[in-house]
């Protein structure tokens, strides 16, 4: 997978950074922590500039962000309600879960969408509440803009800094990204066992 990636960023430069950022935020085929080191580490050999693999790394993953901002909005509050009615167990989610859920993103929104692009596994569906509760555009993007950002540019650096070391990133990153998604399902499976409906 890593020569796989190389090739790319290699053969299409930004715009594959850019592809490859946005298909991992849409439908993640291949993780932002192995596509961002590895374009640091093209960009430390010499073939790209690494403030530019930066942005193109973040204008993806921002892009990617979209159709998941757009899928909650279209989606909405009261089809999220009937959903948990009729499949409430399976979601672990009450309507008067959505509610009191959509009631605390409304007010914490920014701060959820800012922290949430920085969390592996998170990061790709923090989109989803924000279109829920139609959240401002503007700061939406401004705020996925700054979180991405600093995830993005610190993948890119460790690419870059480490050079031929650039898997030790991967070790390190992988663990932390597998570690949350087991708690996410432990959640899952805990909250599925105790789940009573609230009315």
């Known amino acids: 997978m890593f020569d796989t990636i190389v090739d790319i ?4 430069g930004y715009l594959g950074i850019f592809l490859l950022m946005l298909a991992e935020n849409v439908f993640p085929p291949i993780p932002s922590e192995l596509i ?13 500039h690494l403030a530019a693999v930066i942005l193109a790394g973040t204008a993806g ?3 990617g962000a979209l159709p998941w901002y757009y899928a909650g909005m279209l989606f909405g509050h009261q089809r999220i309600e009937r959903l948990a009615a009729r499949h409430g167990r ?4 009450s309507p008067a879960d959505v509610g ?3 009631a605390w993103f409304a007010r914490h929104g920014v701060a959820v969408v ?3 692009r920085l969390v592996p596994a998170i990061r790709t569906l923090i989109s989803v509440p924000a279109g829920i509760v139609r959240m401002p555009m503007l700061p939406f993007l401004a705020y996925s803009t700054i979180g991405s950002l600093i995830w993005t540019s610190l993948l890119a650096l460790a690419g870059y800094l480490l ?3 650039y898997t030790v990133v ?3 990153v992988e663990p932390v990204s597998k570690g949350v998604v087991m708690l996410v399902l432990g959640i899952y499976i805990y909250r599925f066992a105790r789940f009573k409906p609230r009315q």
């Open 9 to 12: 960023v290699e053969r299409s």
């Open 36 to 48: 961002m080191p590895l374009a640091g580490f093209v960009a430390a050999e010499g073939g790209l």
């Open 61 to 63: 993953s921002v892009a």
């Open 90 to 93: 399976w979601l672990t989610v």
């Open 100 to 102: 009191t859920a959509s």
């Open 114 to 116: 800012f922290f949430g």
């Open 163 to 165: 050079q031929s070391q």
């Open 170 to 172: 991967e070790q390190y």
